[in-house]
């Protein structure tokens, strides 16, 4: 059930490079979001005008508390950092979207993230880890401080392969990521943040005829599903013959990567 | 002193409260919003729908204003055969009455899918959306020409078994002929403001930004035209007016119900604070309450000076002036 709710914010302090983190007292939220769900975050006053939506991060042990970790990137996410303070109360709806799938029978499934686009991704994580099921990552960035994540990867005693390019240049992780393939069986691969790591995390599932997602992003108004305005072109059979608008609240974030590839016109 | 009088009348059709939502703002295919239950207002608008699949406007279809939304969405519909399996079921369920609107791209069309809907039984008036490009008329929109306005109304009401509403956008040159047109030719109700037109640009490419090019403006950004729109309308025509246009609290409502509403319609701020209708609901009763308002009807009007206008002001002076220039007691 949807939530819209104050809550209490716990943390609001800068995590690493341009990243922040937010934490949230959201027990109704935190308590029944599942991995690749996101929340919509209201910023006090008229503008800006529409919430933030946002990947959710970590949950906590006792599923009470929820943690974002955003990217300075405009003038909404700006005044986030001065507007949500610690102490204060945070206008949060959730949980939102559809989250990744984690089949039942998985063994291993590699994780690819790239930049604000990992933040996504803990979560699966941290559900695979509860399931016994491994983990390998991919991390990528363009600059150290940009690269997060790593360590809760490390935590749960997972490999994880990290990677600095500077330049938009992401033939390396898809080198490591085929190399990797082409000698472990996956089950699944999960992958947000580069629509070329996408790409790649695609074909290779394709070859090895497993699954493979991708959380998407895009602007939103309300994000729960009422206002259209958060469409993406998608595939709506496996071939690509018939295209349609689909909302990335609703029908998403996550969508199967055969959903995406080559969709829009 | 007891509880205030919060139910209001439009058209024969009584609402338990003055609130109501703006079409498209709360839920859409038979699924209303989770946030409150539909029954806390006063009538429920679904989203617009059409005779026939439409899928909508290309991506990008919003982009955010200062204090507002702008928007090309489109109104995707699914078949009619759709609406009929999915939603109607779950319209005619619901315990208040529901406001149909609707939208054609020729009268003929809407014409269609008011019969239609009128045939159903279920509906307790419909609310034609005239913000459509008339294909015969070069493209301008039913709603900023008086004699197209007209046509599309008096056809629809003479289809109609339920009382027809229409919605206006906003154009000063036009909107009070055309608040009048739609009154003489039979409209029970006014709806305004639909979302003016509006482009944004990205001054890095120098284009528009949405897929559509154009498309419109809400939210609170738009409240203050929207305001004296209303104001305009309510001195020109008799009929009652549902307000909307960037309504987000109940200070809003006072004052759209001040300038000359009788209900009010919350749209686009449902996508950013869902819960501010009910909210808006609360504090409308404590100010009632706290300023011995007995009767929310009151309200109605309360900014004119003067008493209301009647429709005889010459149609010139209207269109010059945006506003009638005699009042006639």
């Given at each position: 059930m949807l939530q819209q709710v104050n809550a209490l914010v716990t943390i609001n302090r800068p995590l690493t490079g341009d990243y922040w983190l937010i934490e949230l007292e959201a027990p109704s939220i935190a308590g029944l979001l599942s991995p690749g769900q996101f929340v919509n975050i209201r910023i006090p006053g008229l503008v800006p005008f529409l919430r933030r939506p946002f990947s959710v991060y970590r949950v906590n042990k006792e599923r009470r508390r929820l943690q974002v970790?955003?990217?300075?990137?405009?003038?909404?996410?700006?005044?986030?950092?001065?507007?949500?303070?610690?102490?204060?109360?945070?206008?949060?709806?959730?949980?939102?979207?559809?989250?990744?799938?984690?089949?039942?029978?998985?063994?291993?499934?590699?994780?690819?993230?790239?930049?604000?686009?990992?933040?996504?991704l803990p979560t699966l994580v941290d559900l695979a880890a509860t399931r016994n099921i491994d983990v390998r990552g991919f991390l990528s960035a363009r600059t150290p401080p940009n690269l997060i994540g790593a360590d809760i990867f490390a935590d749960h005693g997972f490999p994880v392969e990290t990677h600095v390019d500077g330049d938009r240049n992401v033939q390396v992780v898809t080198d490591l990521l085929q190399a990797e393939i082409s000698r472990t069986s996956f089950d699944a691969i999960y992958v947000c943040g580069s629509n070329r790591l996408t790409r790649a995390a695609h074909r290779l599932a394709q070859q090895a005829g497993i699954l493979s997602e991708v959380a998407m992003e895009q602007h939103m108004a309300c994000g729960f599903g009422d206002c259209h305005g958060c469409v993406i072109a998608v595939n709506t059979d496996r071939e690509g013959t018939e295209k349609a608008w689909r909302e990335v609240c609703h029908y998403g974030p996550v969508f199967q990567t055969w959903e995406i590839i080559n969709a829009s016109a | 002193m007891p509880a205030p009088d919060l139910s209001v009348t439009i058209a024969g059709i009584t609402m338990k409260n003055p609130l109501t939502v703006g079409s498209g703002t709360y839920g859409h295919h038979g699924r209303f919003s989770q946030f409150f239950p539909v029954e806390v207002m006063g009538a429920l608008v679904p989203k617009t729908i059409r005779t026939y699949k439409w899928p909508g406007n290309p991506a990008p279809r919003l982009h955010e204003t200062p204090a507002g939304l702008h928007t090309s969405v489109g109104i995707p519909c699914n078949t009619w055969e759709h609406f009929l399996?999915?939603?109607?079921?779950?319209?005619?369920?619901?315990?208040?009455?529901?406001?149909?609107?609707?939208?054609?791209?020729?009268?003929?069309?809407?014409?269609?899918?008011?019969?239609?809907?009128?045939?159903?039984?279920?509906?307790?008036?419909?609310?034609?959306?005239?913000?459509?490009?008339?294909?015969?008329?070069?493209?301008?929109?039913?709603?900023?020409?008086?004699?197209?306005?007209?046509?599309?109304?008096?056809?629809?009401?003479?289809?109609?078994?339920?009382?027809?509403?229409?919605?206006?956008?906003?154009?000063?040159?036009?909107?009070?002929?055309?608040?009048?047109?739609?009154?003489?030719?039979?409209?029970?109700?006014?709806?305004?403001?639909?979302?003016?037109?509006?482009?944004?640009?990205?001054?890095?490419?120098?284009?528009?930004?949405?897929?559509?090019?154009?498309?419109?403006?809400?939210?609170?950004?738009?409240?203050?035209?929207?305001?004296?729109?209303?104001?305009?309308?309510?001195?020109?025509?008799?009929?009652?007016?549902?307000?909307?246009?960037?309504?987000?609290?109940?200070?809003?409502?006072?004052?759209?119900?001040?300038?000359?509403?009788?209900?009010?319609?919350?749209?686009?701020?449902?996508?950013?604070?869902?819960?501010?209708?009910?909210?808006?609901?609360?504090?409308?009763?404590?100010?009632?309450?706290?300023?011995?308002?007995?009767?929310?009807?009151?309200?109605?009007?309360?900014?004119?000076?003067?008493?209301?206008?009647?429709?005889?002001?010459?149609?010139?002076?209207?269109?010059?002036?945006?506003?009638?220039?005699?009042?006639?007691?």
């Open positions: 970790a955003y990217k300075m990137l405009g003038e909404g996410t700006r005044l986030m950092t001065t507007a949500l303070s610690e102490g204060g109360f945070c206008d949060v709806i959730g949980p939102l979207g559809k989250g990744f799938s984690l089949p039942e029978q998985a063994k291993r499934i590699a994780v690819i993230g790239r930049g604000i686009g990992i933040a996504a | 399996a999915h939603d109607v079921r779950i319209l005619k369920a619901q315990k208040l009455p529901v406001i149909q609107s609707v939208i054609g791209r020729t009268e003929d069309e809407y014409v269609d899918i008011v019969g239609r809907c009128s045939d159903l039984g279920i509906f307790a008036a419909l609310e034609l959306n005239l913000s459509c490009p008339n294909l015969k008329q070069g493209g301008l929109d039913f709603g900023y020409d008086p004699d197209a306005a007209y046509q599309v109304v008096e056809r629809c009401k003479q289809r109609s078994a339920i009382p027809v509403f229409a919605k206006l956008a906003p154009d000063y040159s036009s909107l009070v002929p055309v608040a009048q047109a739609v009154e003489s030719a039979g409209a029970d109700a006014i709806s305004m403001i639909n979302g003016p037109r509006a482009m944004c640009i990205d001054y890095r490419t120098r284009k528009p930004i949405i897929g559509n090019k154009i498309g419109a403006l809400g939210g609170p950004a738009l409240k203050s035209l929207a305001v004296y729109m209303i104001w305009a309308v309510y001195r020109a025509v008799k009929i009652p007016i549902i307000g909307m246009g960037g309504v987000a609290d109940f200070r809003d409502v006072i004052e759209f119900m001040a300038a000359g509403a009788r209900a009010v319609a919350f749209g686009t701020i449902n996508y950013v604070d869902p819960l501010a209708l009910p909210r808006a609901l609360a504090d409308l009763t404590k100010y009632l309450e706290e300023n011995g308002v007995s009767d929310v009807n009151e309200l109605v009007g309360a900014a004119h000076d003067e008493p209301r206008a009647i429709a005889d002001i010459p149609e010139a002076d209207v269109a010059k002036a945006g506003v009638p220039q005699k009042v006639v007691a």
